[in-house]
């Protein structure tokens, strides 16, 4: 069993910048592939970014590429989300999620991920 703790959302100005952290426990950090996906009221939940588990490749949504971007430190069993130039559109429930894998694969669709944090609120104003 995987536990995943994110943190770091919150109240931005469009424009800004938040940092969302999400912290892994109960498996190795590195036979896992990672990912952040979202969710906004009334709406379904949607794919954000995704890292291989070495951490080599990433994969981003057309709607976020240029601005976020998703890193992590296997040392530290932590993957990470930059976010950048914020947008009111932004604003949504952002989950940390992971995949048992031991390829080289990232993965863009949640029915792929098998753990779920518990997600943290990102708000961004105009």
């Known amino acids: 069993q995987v536990q995943l703790v994110e943190s770091g959302g919150g109240l931005a100005q469009a424009g800004g910048s938040l940092r969302l952290s999400c912290a892994a426990s109960g498996r190795t950090f590195s036979s896992l592939a990672m990912g952040w996906f979202r969710q906004a009221p009334g709406k379904e939940r949607e794919f954000v970014a995704a890292i291989t588990r070495i951490g080599i490749r990433t994969y981003y949504a057309d709607s976020v590429k240029g601005r976020f971007a998703i890193s992590r430190d296997n040392a530290k069993n932590d993957v990470y989300l930059q976010m950048n130039s914020l947008k009111p559109e932004d604003t949504a429930l952002y989950y940390c999620?992971?995949?048992?894998?031991?390829?080289?694969?990232?993965?863009?669709?949640?029915?792929?991920?098998?753990?779920w944090g518990q997600g943290t609120q990102v708000t961004v104003s105009s």
């Open positions: 999620a992971a995949a048992r894998t031991y390829s080289d694969a990232y993965y863009s669709t949640a029915r792929q991920y098998d753990y």
